[in-house]
């Protein structure tokens, strides 16, 4: 099993920026990929990026040039940093992992049925 804490989140003015944290812990040696989701009430979840084990990343289309997914496999922690936030980045945050890889040749899986793993979320409220 897998257990993933994320940190961060909070209140941020539209242009200002956050860092969102995912800390891993339990079997970490069989995840091969994690990835941010967010979601709002009403909406399904949306996936926001992902990473996987060779270090690839891919985005949705509406955070990228914005957010970077890295991690530090040292501190088995994922980060998502976020800049220019704009109100409709306002969400609840999840982090994802799966022993799967998560790229494929036309983005990456951004199912949240696809990942086995999840944390709890952290909320991120952007106001204008």
């Known amino acids: 099993q897998v257990q993933l804490v994320e940190s961060g989140g909070g209140s941020v003015q539209a242009g200002g920026s956050a860092r969102l944290s995912c800390a891993a812990s339990g079997s970490t040696y069989s995840i091969n990929s994690m990835a941010w989701f967010r979601q709002t009430p009403g909406k399904e979840r949306e996936g926001v990026a992902c990473?996987?084990?060779?270090?690839?990343?891919s985005y949705a289309d509406s955070v990228k040039g914005r957010f970077t997914i890295s991690q530090d496999n040292a501190k088995n922690t994922l980060y998502l940093q976020m800049n220019n936030l704009k109100p409709e980045d306002t969400a609840l945050y999840y982090c994802?992992?799966?022993?799967?890889?998560?790229?494929?040749?036309?983005?990456?899986?951004?199912?949240?049925?696809?990942?086995?793993?999840w944390g709890q979320g952290t909320q991120v409220t952007v106001s204008s």
């Open positions: 990473i996987d084990r060779g270090r690839s990343t």
């Open positions: 994802a992992a799966d022993p799967r890889p998560c790229i494929w040749s036309i983005g990456f899986r951004s199912a949240a049925a696809e990942y086995k793993y």
